[in-house]
């Protein structure tokens, strides 16, 4: 490992963690941003793309469109479209989010730059996450041209959860190579880690079932009337309540098994212990959301939290292989 390190600039390395890192950060804002966008309704707020009402910086007031505005952009979506500056400025600002995203992610590809001769992996990984990014940006544009449509807005949240897992392994990587850290537990804990993060992702998955569930009752029903929303809720809801049951023992026993290990879990207790606190947030959330009429707030935030704790999970599995296994494949290379 020390005759690998000789070969990198230590700025490099720091430089390229940090950029990853920040990338990361972006990532879980834009997602919170896409939740609060769905929450609200404002999907559909910008009716075009990548404009918005024919313009780059949408308007704030009905005067500042033309008269017949409804009849231009609201051929698609059967005549239906309103102009709400809130919605619209909600809508836009994710996009703006979204454009921030791909500029970060463009830096850590510059970043990788560095490794070409010594770590190329690191390259064809930020490569992956910016075609990934990318991608994401012309499903967004399908997303409205497709007027919301459950499967593409669900394969929307799948590709963004892809996204923060390729950061977070790059980040990973590059951690590792800046500090000299190496894998602190073992086989047994990864192969739990599997199930976990498995049955953590249905979970999600399945989250993202009912948000369609409950923008077909809101179709229904209008957005006045959310105290009545979870009462018209089909089985997916329920399958969702239920399983996130098994979601919660698999994780807190992950989590026992990893504070058995005395070195491991030294070396990654706060880790757990965020999972730990954002794993009771993520219930709590979900609780206000089944009980208190969906308030607006919560669905974000329940959306953010569980794709966090998607990550946090991430982070564990990468630390569950074991140090001679992991030491061995470095001398091979060396």
Not at 148 to 164: N, Q
Not at 243 to 263: A, C, E, H
Not at 291 to 297: L, N, Q, R, S, T
Request: proline content about 3%; glycine content about 10%; some cysteine.
């Amino acid at each position: 490992m020390t005759s690998l390190r000789q070969h990198i600039d230590p700025k490099a390395i720091r430089r390229l963690r940090r950029v990853a890192l920040n990338t990361i950060v972006t990532l879980y804002l834009l997602i919170m941003a896409g939740g609060v966008v769905r929450s609200t309704g404002a999907g559909m707020g910008c009716p075009d793309w990548p404009r918005c009402f024919g313009t780059w910086i949408p308007p704030t007031d009905v005067s500042q469109l033309p008269d017949n505005y409804k009849e231009i952009y609201g051929a698609k979506l059967k005549g239906e479209v309103e102009f709400n500056p809130v919605k619209t400025w909600i809508e836009y600002v994710n996009r703006l989010l979204g454009a921030f995203t791909g500029i970060m992610i463009f830096c850590t590809l510059l970043a990788t730059l560095a490794f070409w001769n010594s770590k190329r992996g690191f390259f064809w990984l930020a490569l992956l996450g910016f075609v990934l990014v990318g991608f994401q940006g012309w499903l967004g544009s399908k997303v409205v041209s497709f007027e919301l449509h459950p499967v593409v807005v669900t394969v929307h949240m799948l590709v963004a959860i892809i996204i923060v897992g390729v950061l977070i392994l790059l980040f990973d990587k590059a951690d590792r190579l800046a500090y000299e850290r190496s894998s602190g537990l073992g086989l047994k804990q990864s192969r739990i880690g599997w199930w976990v993060l498995g049955l953590t992702l249905v979970q999600v998955m399945l989250g993202t079932q009912v948000r369609e569930n409950i923008d077909e009752v809101v179709r229904v029903l209008g957005y006045d009337a959310r105290s009545m929303w979870i009462d018209h809720l089909d089985f997916r809801f329920y399958l969702h309540r239920t399983f996130s049951i098994l979601v919660l023992g698999i994780n807190l026993y992950w989590f026992q098994m990893i504070r058995k290990t005395p070195q491991g879990y030294k070396d990654l207790k706060g880790i757990i212990v965020w999972s730990v606190v954002i794993l009771g947030l993520e219930t709590a959330t979900g609780i206000i959301m089944a009980y208190f009429g969906v308030p607006a707030f919560a669905q974000p935030v329940h959306l953010t939290l569980g794709i966090l704790l998607l990550g946090l999970q991430f982070i564990l599995f990468l630390n569950t292989k074991s140090k001679d296994v992991e030491v061995g494949r470095v001398e091979k290379v060396l």
